[in-house]
T-cell receptor, first 114, second 115 residues
Framework: GAVVSQHPSRVICKSGTSVKIECRSL??????MFWYRQFPKKSLMLMAT?????????EQGVEKDKFLINHASLTLSTLTVTSAHPEDSSFYIC??????????FGPGTRLLVL | AQSVTQLDSQVPVFEEAPVELRCNYS??????LFWYVQYPNQGLQLLLK??????LVKGINGFEAEFNKSQTSFHLRKPSVHISDTAEYFC?????????????FGTGTLLAVQP
């Protein structure tokens, strides 16, 4: 149980284009999902908290117009990187909260912007 | 505010030897504590968690951790490691009863198991 999937696993795009990443909870409903960014050999940085049916809560320093988050259903949250640039290249990981305190993570999406 | 310190960025160890990965936290409130493992180019997998009760917590793959409130530590241990345990290990803390239960991660420890 508590399986979280992400799609795509890897994406390469041209600078200036937008990229959408999906995060799904496969065998449970998640009212809260989280989006993280991980730089090479670094820890995870929380970008935003996504709540079903309401606006996401962004961490300080994260551009909400750049990283659009939508949590339209209890099993799906999406992160759209708008007008992507090379500095947006990173490993993006989502998680879903199960029970009150535990997060289960997706396999991650590697984004490369050329 | 909470924080997590993993002092060892890398721990080399020989196969079948015991290992301890250190984690210290700071918080002004009660906390939940977690250990996650990340294999290359993959997401995080939950190893174990401490919520309350017994301070010795057993997890998957033979790992265990002990919560020590007085020393604000949550060290991860395994009595005999395998090559397949080579991965990045992250300690994380979240505040008990917090509105969003955000996870605060340490910087990670690379466990490098050598034959």
């Amino acid at each position: 149980g508590a399986v979280v999937s992400q799609h795509p696993s890897r994406v390469i795009c041209k600078s200036g284009t937008s990229v959408k990443i999906e995060c799904r909870s496969l065998d449970f409903q998640a009212t809260t999902m989280f989006w993280y960014r991980q730089f090479p050999k670094k820890s995870l940085m929380l970008m935003a908290t996504s709540n079903e049916g309401s606006k996401a809560t962004y961490e300080q320093g994260v551009e909400k117009d750049k990283f659009l988050i939508n949590h339209a259903s209890l099993t799906l949250s999406t992160l759209t990187v708008t007008s992507a640039h090379p500095e947006d290249s990173s490993f993006y990981i989502c998680s879903a909260r199960v029970e009150y305190e535990t997060q289960y993570f997706g396999p991650g999406t590697r984004l490369l912007v050329l | 505010a909470q924080s997590v310190t993993q002092l060892d960025s890398q721990v080399p160890v020989f196969e079948e030897a015991p290992v301890e990965l250190r984690c210290n936290y700071s918080s002004s409130v009660s906390v939940y504590l977690f250990w996650y493992v990340q294999y290359p180019n993959q997401g995080l997998q939950l190893l174990l968690k401490y919520l309350s009760g017994s301070t010795l917590v057993k997890g998957i793959n033979g790992f265990e951790a002990e919560f020590n409130k007085s020393q604000t530590s949550f060290h991860l241990r395994k009595p005999s490691v395998h090559i397949s345990d080579t991965a990045e290990y992250f300690c994380a803390v979240s505040d008990y009863g917090g509105a969003t239960n955000k996870l605060i991660f340490g910087t990670g420890t690379l466990l490098a198991v050598q034959p």
